[in-house]
């Protein structure tokens, strides 16, 4: 059906939700399940039926549309013998079970929401308040090189995240050089430990991102270098003035700036 869509309606791909995910199941009429030395049917996991089934829509899609998308939803299973087929995933919607004010460990982020380690371009998926308002999203994401998705009704997420793309053709950065916060040695720095600064460097300029990693609202004092001309700040939207290659920002707690330095 899939096939016969894309050659009578020409689709570029498809949107899934869930369907990467091997989820366990009991129902014997179609194979799944076991029946345990207890006398209980128990759950089975139709991992390899599920890889086949994104194998096969790969090729559906990619051999009529070689630019074809597959764009994978999944939340909280990053399984990649299935994931593995698809041009991106979108994660995070597992977290708007926890209220406001909850803190995603920065080493879990790096391990499930990058992309970067399973060879997948992830998307973060963040819905208002629960459990991050957008501006504490957005900088969370792209400190680990990940955009934050737009959704229906986002509001003010689509115009931080349009200029984000924005900024993301003015430096070129397809060709840029990254340095994450846990490297230490990038070319713009804070003056508290607890403030996280990862940096693209383009040919068009730099993207910074910092974070204020911290319970307290505080100023974040970043060094820029004396290179340093003009800086757009995206998430407010607004212009800030470099004095001596520095800069200072106003920033609430677990919030951040991402600044486009030219």
């Not at 050089?177 to 730099?206: I, N």
Request: proline share 5%; aromatic share 10%; with cysteine.
């Amino acid at each position: 059906s899939l096939a016969r869509r894309l050659d009578q309606y020409g689709d570029d791909g498809v949107y899934l939700d869930g369907t990467t995910e091997p989820f366990g199941c009991t129902n014997e009429l179609h194979g799944d399940g076991y029946v345990g030395e207890d006398g209980e049917r128990h759950r089975t996991y139709p991992i390899f039926a599920v890889r086949d089934l994104m194998r096969r829509m790969r090729h559906v899609i990619k051999s009529r549309k070689p630019d074809g998308l597959i764009s994978a939803h999944m939340s909280a299973t990053v399984s990649i013998p299935t994931l593995a087929f698809v041009d991106s995933y979108w994660d995070g919607e597992q977290l708007d079970v926890h209220e406001h004010g909850f803190r995603l460990p920065l080493d879990a982020f790096r391990a499930e929401f990058m992309g970067h380690n399973w060879g997948v371009p992830a998307e973060f998926l963040s819905y208002l308040n629960r459990p991050f308002t957008y501006e504490e999203s957005v900088p969370l994401a792209l400190l680990h090189d990940v955009p934050v998705r737009p959704y229906a009704r986002a509001g003010d997420l689509l115009g931080m995240m349009t200029r984000v793309w924005d900024a993301w053709d003015t430096i070129e950065i397809e060709h840029a050089r990254w340095f994450p916060y846990w490297y230490g040695d990038g070319p713009v720095r804070a003056e508290a430990d607890d403030v996280l600064v990862s940096t693209h460097v383009g040919s068009g300029g730099k993207l910074v991102v910092a974070m204020n990693a911290s319970a307290q609202d505080r100023e974040i004092r970043l060094t820029l270098g004396e290179d340093a001309g003009t800086v757009y700040e995206l998430i407010r939207d607004r212009q800030y003035t470099v004095e001596g290659g520095t800069v200072t920002i106003a920033t609430p707690a677990w919030e951040g700036a991402v600044l486009l330095v030219q």
